[in-house]
Antibody, heavy 121, light 106 residues
Framework: QVTLRESGPALVKPTQTLTLTCTFS??????????VSWIRQPPGRALEWLAR???????YYSTSLKTRLSISKDTSKNQVVLTMTNMDPVDTATYYC?????????????WGKGTTVTVSS | IQMTQSPSSLSASVGDRVTITCRAS??????LNWYQQMPGKAPKLLIY???NLQSGVPSRFSGTGSGTDFTLTISSLQPEDFGNFYC?????????FGQGTKVEIK
């Protein structure tokens, strides 16, 4: 059974750096064709794709946020870490990680439950 | 690549046929996925690669289209089909979602 769980601070101050961890089980990110993505959703608004890291360590970032984002993986720990610098209140959102299947689709077939991050002083 | 969904919201009765459309700003072949998100929950994959039903998803959901125009159809709306529906393109390495369609049950 594939599961993903997001973790990180619930509250960050403006200008701080946010670090979120996605811990997963049931698959390996060293398997060809696998990836993990981060997606966020501000309250009452649409989903926004943020970043993706592939099994071969290729990384992709949202054009609008690429200067603030960094994604990395620790295959031995089954974790993917997303950092976002210079946080602002508009970054208040629920942040999701999801497994992606790159070789078919691609598509995101299993999602974590999400973690809510509030940016406020 | 920008994704535009229509309508933004709809209200339909149980048993109705419901259609949601998604238009891409450029050709994305069949690299189009559909997700359902119920209130307070994570999105759930319904359809991948435009027309492939994800395992475990009821057969009343179907997807069609290629190029720039895509459709998600619910053949007979059920009470549990409320929520927000999103299309997502995976043609580009930089994935994008539509703005969502809210489905309410009359």
């Amino acid at each position: 059974q594939v599961t993903l769980r997001e973790s990180g601070p619930a509250l960050v101050k403006p200008t701080q750096t946010l670090t979120l961890t996605c811990t997963f089980s049931g698959f390996s990110l060293s398997t060809s064709g696998m990836c993990v993505s981060w997606i966020r959703q501000p309250p009452g608004r649409a989903l926004e794709w943020l970043a993706r890291i592939d099994w071969d360590d290729d990384k992709y970032y949202s054009t609008s946020l690429k200067t603030r984002l960094s994604i990395s993986k620790d295959t031995s720990k089954n974790q993917v870490v997303l950092t976002m610098t210079n946080m602002d209140p508009v970054d208040t959102a629920t942040y999701y990680c999801a497994r992606g299947i790159v070789v078919a689709g691609p598509y995101m077939d299993v999602w974590g439950k999400g973690t809510t991050v509030t940016v406020s002083s | 690549i920008q994704m535009t969904q229509s309508p933004s919201s709809l209200s339909a009765s149980v048993g109705d046929r419901v259609t949601i459309t998604c238009r891409a700003s450029q050709n994305i072949n069949s690299h189009l996925n559909w997700y359902q998100q119920m209130p307070g929950k994570a999105p759930k994959l319904l359809i991948y690669a435009a027309s492939n039903l994800q395992s475990g998803v009821p057969s009343r959901f179907s997807g069609t289209g290629s190029g720039t125009d895509f459709t998600l159809t619910i053949s007979s709306l059920q009470p549990e089909d409320f929520g927000n529906f999103y299309c997502q393109q995976s043609y580009s390495t930089l994935w994008t979602f539509g703005q969502g369609t809210k489905v309410e049950i009359k």
